[in-house]
């Protein structure tokens, strides 16, 4: 996406922030721009396929200082680190001397690969809860036209209606201006760049301030930049021309579905605004940033922030100063004091203000704690006459494992709910969010009214994620347009007024976002840097790729320390970043980003996807009705889901028990199960679903086996199509859909659900009905809701949560993998000091249909021998190849049909090398074993099983166009075994030469994998032979070499005679036993 220009004001702003702080530090809002990730290290590429390692195990800290001192980050070289990976990234007294670092620097530490700074999607900010009273000013859920005494608030209990409050407020009675002036005064004495700099120790010297709650590095435009073509114009009645490539308010310009809006005075436009420079009735003023203060003058600097204030030894900005005057001078018009002295604190205070005792809950992370503790001292200096400490503003740092705060619902005994909300026991909040994807939905998914649990009409749950109370109806508009409309052009334009609007309304005051640098023990391979996010929290790929031949604790094992504890596990449920850590190993998606490139978007639990509306397949209505309601359709994604997924509990089925097999693999009505009850219910997840109407398939297609019962006719393994339905065609539709686990239907389903004469629970396939119902209890509160205790902690992903070793007797699936600090057994809430721990998802055998994960690696090389020789799918041409390729054929090159194509299908897929200090050599090949062409059997088996499941990596035109993935052939690894092997090639693919002389060629041989990562660990002794047409004569010296990690590559002469003119063929082939046989073709013409 392209930079767009910016406003003067904020050029400005650039100009002076370059000048008064550290050169590192760039203003956030008008910087757009993620750095391609790149390692001071080994192997930033990744597969698509794994895991690698045997096991991940959790370690959980308290506090980012501790888990970074037990990697020994900073510390002296006597220091044994006890973890590998870290979920923090390093602060600026750890990173290098250029960040304050003195002595034991990272950047320069042997022990660990540090990452190349990567603009984190992520941000800090100051919350406020709108359902509390405010020193006896009603917040009211940020909404407007608030009224003293007359507006009903539905903040009480349940949401029983209060009545709204603002003594002495200025303008009389409006208790929506004085909330905001409220939080105005608090935003005044925040200097962001100064905190920020100050703060440089704890977050990095790569963070940049923000004003708006979108973080640069979702590379869109920020409010507060030029009016252009992107930004949103309203446009005279009937004045408009539809297609037109600008707009404008001139009749004739192009159509533009937001608006109405003004621009206030000082910016350059041709929009409309009163004479005076203010909005006319009805528009929404997009000024940016320096409009939004209700009563500051003058030129801004950046939100709030109008003069160069001395500020404090943290950022926050001295009584007497300017900016801070202003704040009282918001204090005051809110009703809370009548005036101020020469410091401008406040005096005359109102009864509410000097008796009061809001609570303000920060936490103890690096770059929180001293916003908390600063802002805190702040304010009290503006209540209490310069006191760093006060009564009236308490704050309190909770113990470790605090959840970001719940919302409850309207009553506790709604589903999903176990308390009644809303939660008036905060007021402030140093609040940290961490987006997974680029996509800006971030200020949507925040804090629009639907995802205020039930308070504001939405769906009840208990940890919704607008845990701020945000319901303000203009602000949800345009938040909505910028997720439904159909282009990113529209979407942005209309994030545009809402960001205004959040930014004038002051729901939350943003902070920062950090470009960070994450550390990592060296000997691990495959840990990736992924854009926007770093090498592990949010990466699942590093844990998916990550290997070491000579790990700390054999497997390999990843050591993977956590800031903080968990409370919940559970899929509707968990909010934090840990939480996440743990739940995304566990549960698959339909689709998933490229870490690397992250648009790129790729069917992972489906074999194709295709966004479709009515009028291109008719199987996609325009209108649609179920037990919810009628909805218009304006849009659909068509989704072929493959039929080999197995859930991880399908290792308590028996072998020959085709029944509970059959009813242990995905299928769509999982998928419809899932995303109906997302949808449904209130949670972090909730906003992902919210633009699904339902999943629609076919019974049919399910398994016979365990669903003949409700018309299941499929035989097992194929695969099932299905659409899902959405409201509207948005510009992120696509990225929505990799945000939502499939979760087993088995396992959650409401306890009344029928069960089929088979014994097997009936799929889902009519929404309201048992069979699509959640279980209330599963996500309500209590001891039903711990998925561990509850044993339901069980997806189809990658690493499975089990009391022991998978297979074996008396292990339980979806359980026991927590534990307590002194090693007991736990719950979905791992204190400090205790451990999770979660097992690669297969047997002794990666290639097991059922007992093995769907995309490991061995399966990988398996589907890549299969699609030869394209390598992008595998068809019944490759059985006809295999069939044919060896059969005899004296006048072909070779004696056989196809001599490159029969050495390919007659020899594995890869090469196996044991590294028994990394962990057990049980790893599996596939492929050929020499048995063509007398028996083709075996191959044409192994080819068949991938035909119809299309490409490994759909959504993009093929392997190799997905963004830094390791080009083939790849080294894998399965604990402690290697899968390798070597590549061939030639300088040239024709030789000439003169009858009666010689040609030559220069072959290389290349080991898989590269020296300084991804190398194949064994020794391979590969020999050269060639074929040739008839007449000619060739010969490779040396004939044979030997491959190893420290020389992976060797050069050989091909040379090449005839004493007759015409066209010929010589074919080199390198094999070694137990490894494929790779051929290189040259042509040979002698003149």
């Given at each position: 996406?392209?930079?767009?220009?910016?406003?003067?004001?904020?050029?400005?702003?650039?100009?002076?922030?370059?000048?008064?702080?550290?050169?590192?530090?760039?203003?956030?809002?008008?910087?757009?721009?993620?750095?391609?990730?790149?390692?001071?290290?080994?192997?930033?590429?990744?597969?698509?396929?794994?895991?690698?390692?045997?096991?991940?195990?959790?370690?959980?800290?308290?506090?980012?200082?501790?888990?970074?001192?037990?990697?020994?980050?900073?510390?002296?070289?006597?220091?044994?680190?006890?973890?590998?990976?870290?979920?923090?990234?390093?602060?600026?007294?750890?990173?290098?001397?250029?960040?304050?670092?003195?002595?034991?620097?990272?950047?320069?530490?042997?022990?660990?690969?540090?990452?190349?700074?990567?603009?984190?999607?992520?941000?800090?900010?100051?919350?406020?809860?709108?359902?509390?009273?405010?020193?006896?000013?009603?917040?009211?859920?940020?909404?407007?036209?608030?009224?003293?005494?007359?507006?009903?608030?539905?903040?009480?209990?349940?949401?029983?209606?209060?009545?709204?409050?603002?003594?002495?407020?200025?303008?009389?009675?409006?208790?929506?201006?004085?909330?905001?002036?409220?939080?105005?005064?608090?935003?005044?004495?925040?200097?962001?760049?100064?905190?920020?700099?100050?703060?440089?120790?704890?977050?990095?010297?790569?963070?940049?301030?923000?004003?708006?709650?979108?973080?640069?590095?979702?590379?869109?435009?920020?409010?507060?930049?030029?009016?252009?073509?992107?930004?949103?114009?309203?446009?005279?009645?009937?004045?408009?021309?539809?297609?037109?490539?600008?707009?404008?308010?001139?009749?004739?310009?192009?159509?533009?579905?937001?608006?109405?809006?003004?621009?206030?005075?000082?910016?350059?436009?041709?929009?409309?605004?009163?004479?005076?420079?203010?909005?006319?009735?009805?528009?929404?003023?997009?000024?940016?940033?320096?409009?939004?203060?209700?009563?500051?003058?003058?030129?801004?600097?950046?939100?709030?922030?109008?003069?160069?204030?001395?500020t404090d030894s943290l950022g926050f900005v001295n009584p007497g100063q300017a900016d801070f005057c202003r704040a009282a001078d918001h204090f005051i018009a809110a009703g809370l004091a009548t005036g101020k002295n020469a410091q401008c604190e406040l005096t005359g205070e109102s009864a509410a203000l000097s008796g009061g005792n809001a609570l303000f809950v920060g936490r103890n992370s690096l770059g929180r704690h001293n916003l908390g503790v600063g802002l805190d001292t702040a304010v009290c200096e503006l209540v209490s006459l310069g006191a760093t400490t006060c009564t009236q503003l308490q704050f309190r740092i909770p113990q470790f494992g605090f959840q970001i705060p719940q919302t409850g619902c309207r009553?506790?005994?709604?589903?999903?709910?176990?308390?009644?909300?809303?939660?008036?026991?905060?007021?402030?909040?140093?609040?940290?969010?961490?987006?997974?994807?680029?996509?800006?939905?971030?200020?949507?998914?925040?804090?629009?009214?639907?995802?205020?649990?039930?308070?504001?009409?939405?769906?009840?749950?208990?940890?919704?994620?607008?845990?701020?109370?945000?319901?303000?109806?203009?602000?949800?508009?345009?938040?909505?347009?910028?997720?439904?409309?159909?282009?990113?052009?529209?979407?942005?334009?209309?994030?545009?007024?809402?960001?205004?609007?959040?930014?004038?309304?002051?729901?939350?005051?943003?902070?920062?976002?950090?470009?960070?640098?994450?550390?990592?023990?060296?000997?691990?391979?495959?840990?990736?840097?992924?854009?926007?996010?770093?090498?592990?929290?949010?990466?699942?790929?590093?844990?998916?790729?990550?290997?070491?031949?000579?790990?700390?604790?054999?497997?390999?094992?990843?050591?993977?320390?956590?800031?903080?504890?968990?409370?919940?596990?559970?899929?509707?449920?968990?909010?934090?970043?840990?939480?996440?850590?743990?739940?995304?190993?566990?549960y698959d998606t339909l689709l998933v980003a490229n870490p690397s490139s992250p648009t790129q978007i790729i069917g992972w639990m489906v074999n194709s996807y295709k966004v479709e509306t009515n009028a291109q397949d008719p199987a996609c209505p325009t209108n649609y009705t179920n037990a919810r309601g009628t909805f218009s359709v304006g849009a659909c994604v068509k989704m072929v889901m493959l039929g080999s997924i197995p859930w991880q509990d399908i290792y308590g089925c028996a072998s020959s028990d085709a029944v509970c097999l059959t009813s242990h693999i995905v299928t769509a009505s999982d998928v419809k199960f899932s995303y109906l009850n997302f949808n449904g219910t209130g949670g972090i997840v909730s906003?992902?679903?919210?633009?699904?109407?339902?999943?629609?398939?076919?019974?049919?297609?399910?398994?016979?086996?365990?669903?003949?019962?409700?018309?299941?006719?499929?035989?097992?393994?194929?695969?099932?199509?299905?659409?899902?339905?959405?409201?509207?065609?948005?510009?992120?539709?696509?990225?929505?859909?990799?945000?939502?686990?499939?979760?087993?239907?088995?396992?959650?389903?409401?306890?009344?659900?029928?069960?089929?004469?088979?014994?097997?629970?009936?799929?889902?396939?009519?929404?309201?009905?048992?069979?699509?119902?959640?279980?209330?209890?599963?996500?309500?509160?209590?001891?039903?809701?711990?998925?561990?205790?509850?044993?339901?902690?069980?997806?189809?992903?990658?690493?499975?949560?089990?009391?022991?070793?998978?297979?074996?007797?008396?292990?339980?699936?979806?359980?026991?993998?927590?534990?307590?600090?002194?090693?007991?057994?736990?719950?979905?809430?791992?204190?400090?000091?205790g451990t999770a721990i979660l097992r690669r998802f297969s047997t002794s055998n990666g290639l097991d249909p059922n007992l093995a994960y769907f995309r490991s690696n061995p399966k990988f090389l398996q589907f890549q021998w299969a699609a030869y020789p394209g390598g992008t799918v595998a068809s019944t041409g490759g059985i006809i190849s295999a069939m044919n390729a060896c059969r005899a054929n004296a006048a072909a090159v070779g004696g056989v049909n196809n001599y490159a194509a029969c050495q390919h299908w007659n020899t594995p897929d890869a090469g196996l090398a044991c590294t028994s200090t990394a962990g057990s050599c049980f790893g599996a090949t596939a492929g050929g074993r020499g048995t063509l062409p007398?028996?083709?059997?075996?191959?044409?088996?192994?080819?068949?099983?991938?035909?119809?499941?299309?490409?490994?990596?759909?959504?993009?035109?093929?392997?190799?166009?997905?963004?830094?993935?390791?080009?083939?052939?790849?080294?894998?690894?399965?604990?402690?075994?290697?899968?390798?092997?070597?590549?061939?090639?030639?300088?040239?693919?024709?030789?000439?030469?003169?009858?009666?002389?010689?040609?030559?060629?220069?072959?290389?041989?290349?080991?898989?994998?590269?020296?300084?990562?991804?190398?194949?660990?064994?020794?391979?002794?590969?020999?050269?032979?060639?074929?040739?047409?008839?007449?000619?004569?060739?010969?490779?010296?040396?004939?044979?070499?030997?491959?190893?990690?420290?020389?992976?590559?060797?050069?050989?002469?091909?040379?090449?005679?005839?004493?007759?003119?015409?066209?010929?063929?010589?074919?080199?082939?390198?094999?070694?036993?137990?490894?494929?046989?790779?051929?290189?073709?040259?042509?040979?013409?002698?003149?």
């Open positions: 996406m392209k930079l767009k220009s910016i406003m003067l004001l904020m050029a400005f702003f650039l100009l002076t922030s370059s000048v008064a702080t550290l050169p590192e530090i760039a203003y956030g809002d008008p910087v757009a721009c993620v750095k391609a990730p790149c390692l001071l290290g080994p192997n930033v590429q990744w597969v698509p396929a794994g895991p690698a390692s045997d096991t991940i195990r959790y370690q959980m800290y308290a506090s980012d200082f501790d888990e970074l001192n037990a990697m020994c980050v900073g510390q002296p070289s006597t220091c044994v680190p006890q973890i590998d990976l870290s979920d923090d990234p390093i602060p600026g007294s750890a990173l290098s001397p250029a960040s304050g670092c003195t002595s034991n620097c990272a950047i320069s530490d042997p022990r660990f690969w540090v990452t190349d700074p990567t603009q984190q999607l992520g941000m800090v900010e100051v919350d406020f809860n709108h359902a509390n009273t405010f020193w006896g000013v009603t917040f009211c859920n940020g909404r407007d036209g608030v009224i003293a005494g007359v507006t009903q608030c539905f903040d009480g209990p349940g949401g029983t209606p209060i009545i709204a409050s603002c003594p002495n407020a200025s303008p009389a009675n409006d208790c929506t201006m004085a909330a905001i002036n409220i939080r105005q005064g608090i935003a005044s004495l925040i200097d962001k760049v100064a905190f920020t700099v100050a703060d440089i120790n704890s977050i990095g010297p790569g963070a940049t301030p923000m004003d708006n709650p979108l973080t640069p590095a979702s590379n869109v435009l920020h409010s507060g930049y030029q009016n252009d073509l992107n930004n949103p114009c309203t446009i005279a009645s009937g004045g408009c021309t539809p297609g037109l490539a600008s707009c404008g308010a001139d009749v004739g310009g192009a159509c533009n579905t937001v608006g109405p809006y003004c621009v206030t005075s000082g910016a350059v436009t041709n929009y409309p605004r009163n004479a005076d420079g203010s909005c006319p009735a009805g528009t929404f003023p997009v000024g940016g940033v320096g409009s939004w203060d209700k009563l500051a003058t003058g030129t801004a600097i950046s939100a709030f922030h109008y003069t160069t204030d001395t009553t506790a005994t709604e589903p999903g709910c176990s308390s009644q909300g809303p939660d008036t026991g905060w007021n402030m909040y140093t609040g940290g969010h961490f987006f997974p994807g680029p996509t800006p939905n971030e200020e949507w998914s925040l804090y629009d009214s639907a995802f205020a649990s039930d308070f504001c009409g939405g769906t009840p749950g208990q940890f919704s994620p607008n845990y701020d109370y945000v319901c303000n109806p203009g602000h949800d508009f345009w938040v909505e347009q910028s997720q439904f409309l159909g282009t990113p052009a529209l979407a942005e334009s209309s994030l545009q007024v809402a960001m205004d609007i959040f930014g004038n309304h002051t729901f939350t005051i943003p902070i920062w976002t950090p470009s960070v640098q994450y550390p990592f023990l060296k000997g691990w391979q495959g840990v990736s840097n992924a854009a926007g996010i770093g090498t592990a929290q949010g990466n699942p790929w590093s844990l998916l790729n990550a290997w070491n031949g000579n790990p700390a604790v054999a497997g390999p094992t990843i050591r993977w320390g956590q800031k903080d504890a968990t409370s919940s596990l559970n899929p509707f449920t968990f909010n934090t970043v840990v939480e996440a850590d743990i739940v995304g190993e566990v906003p992902s679903a919210a633009n699904v109407i339902d999943v629609v398939y076919n019974a049919n297609q399910l398994p016979n086996a365990a669903y003949a019962p409700s018309g299941g006719t499929a035989g097992a393994g194929q695969s099932e199509t299905f659409y899902i339905y959405l409201h509207n065609l948005n510009a992120w539709t696509l990225n929505d859909l990799t945000a939502v686990p499939i979760i087993p239907q088995h396992l959650w389903v409401t306890q009344t659900a029928p069960v089929q004469s088979n014994g097997v629970l009936a799929p889902c396939t009519d929404v309201g009905t048992p069979s699509c119902t959640v279980e209330p209890g599963f996500i309500g509160g209590g001891i039903y809701t711990d998925v561990i205790l509850g044993h339901r902690l069980v997806g189809s992903g990658p690493f499975v949560c089990a009391s022991g070793t998978l297979g074996a007797p008396g292990t339980v699936y979806g359980g026991g993998c927590t534990f307590n600090a002194d090693g007991s057994a736990g719950s979905q809430a791992v204190p400090v000091g007398a028996n083709f059997g075996p191959v044409v088996t192994q080819i068949g099983q991938w035909i119809g499941k299309g490409q490994w990596v759909f959504g993009v035109p093929s392997y190799t166009a997905l963004a830094n993935a390791q080009a083939t052939p790849q080294t894998l690894y399965e604990d402690g075994s290697a899968e390798g092997s070597f590549t061939i090639t030639s300088n040239t693919t024709n030789i000439t030469f003169a009858h009666g002389a010689s040609g030559g060629a220069t072959i290389m041989v290349t080991l898989s994998g590269n020296p300084n990562f991804n190398n194949f660990t064994g020794t391979v002794p590969v020999t050269l032979t060639s074929v040739q047409s008839s007449g000619l004569t060739a010969g490779v010296s040396p004939s044979s070499i030997t491959l190893a990690p420290s020389s992976p590559a060797a050069s050989e002469t091909l040379v090449v005679s005839t004493a007759t003119a015409g066209t010929y063929i010589v074919i080199v082939k390198a094999s070694s036993p137990s490894f494929p046989s790779v051929t290189v073709t040259i042509a040979v013409t002698v003149t």
